[in-house]
């Protein structure tokens, strides 16, 4: 390591270079010291919507008829003013990545089912049963009649 002699009580140049480097240095971890949790806490909340768990999915399937309990689905059906809703309850996340939803026989989407969570479809007039299928694999994931 070379240390540079003072000449008439001045640093020489290479001393006043690494003071400068020192106090830009510390200066910096301390604009990082207050930016840094600032950034933390307004990462954390942007964060939008929960994530479900297992634990989190509660089915209450005391209304309705239901078509299917098993572990991965509750599926019921709803009438409310005339219409049918299609209550289906995601327990575990599908194997599939794209499922889509169609009502039978005319094979008319209805939806997408996604993520584990609890999805409402209203079911058109005329159907009498429903198909889950993945458009990727172009396979029937399941088919329930009404």
Do not use: C
Request: no cysteine; net charge positive; charged share 20%.
């Amino acid at each position: 390591m070379a240390y540079s002699t003072l000449k008439n009580n001045q640093p020489s140049k290479d001393t006043a270079m690494i003071t400068s480097l020192r106090k830009t240095h510390k200066i910096l971890w301390m604009l990082l010291a207050i930016v840094m949790p600032l950034l933390i806490v307004l990462s954390i909340g942007s964060i939008k919507k929960v994530l479900l768990t297992d634990s989190d999915v509660i089915v209450n399937s005391t209304s309705g008829n239901t078509l299917l309990e098993n572990q991965q689905f509750t599926i019921s059906i709803h009438k409310t003013n005339n219409t049918l809703i299609l209550h289906v309850v995601l327990k575990k996340p599908l194997k599939n990545a794209s499922s889509l939803v169609y009502s039978t026989p005319n094979d008319i989407l209805i939806g997408t089912i996604t993520k584990k969570g609890i999805y409402d479809f209203e079911l058109p007039s005329g159907s009498n049963g429903i198909r889950i299928y993945d458009e990727i694999k172009e396979i029937d994931i399941l088919n329930i009649a009404l």
